[in-house]
């Protein structure tokens, strides 16, 4: 794949994930952008990030050492819809825990989509460590915010 071709999967797996968080806010849902959650429901879906994230990297650990049963075309066609399957769930999980959870600040969600851009021009043009200081940095933001902002002044 050349770089160009992996910046338009890139693209396409974020359009998808916006997309996919968009249509959550149409019914109510647990995702529902709209709706704020606190800390601890914050907190309770970060392992489902974290699981979403890791199985397909053991997955793809798997088809890469069971390669040969496989052949080689089928097994970059699995890393590869794998890899598209656990960027698409860790964005739609992560991409919609944080609009809920930046929701309870005056102006959230305007920063919220700050972060998710600055996050997705990181991954498609900049370091990796600049990527994950974003993703990093956006998570501990969410913990920071007061589920009221009558409990900040206290």
Excluded: H
């Amino acid at each position: 794949m050349t770089p160009y071709q992996s910046n338009l999967f890139f693209i396409a797996e974020y359009v998808l994930s916006a997309v996919m968080i968009v249509f959550l806010t149409w019914k109510k849902t647990s995702f529902d952008a709209r709706k704020i959650i606190s800390r601890k429901t914050f907190a309770r879906r970060l392992p489902f990030v974290l699981i979403s994230v890791l199985l397909p990297i053991v997955l793809m650990t798997v088809i890469i050492i069971f390669s040969g049963l496989l052949g080689n075309t089928a097994s970059k066609i699995l890393i590869g819809a794998l890899q598209f399957l656990l960027t698409l769930l860790a964005n739609v999980l992560l991409g919609a825990s944080w609009l809920q959870r930046y929701r309870v600040y005056p102006r959230g969600s305007e920063l919220c989509i700050v972060v998710m851009l600055l996050y997705i021009i990181s991954d498609l043009f900049m370091p990796a460590g600049i990527k994950y200081a974003i993703l990093l940095g956006g998570t501990v933001l969410g913990f920071i915010f007061p589920d009221t902002w009558d409990d900040w002044k206290k």
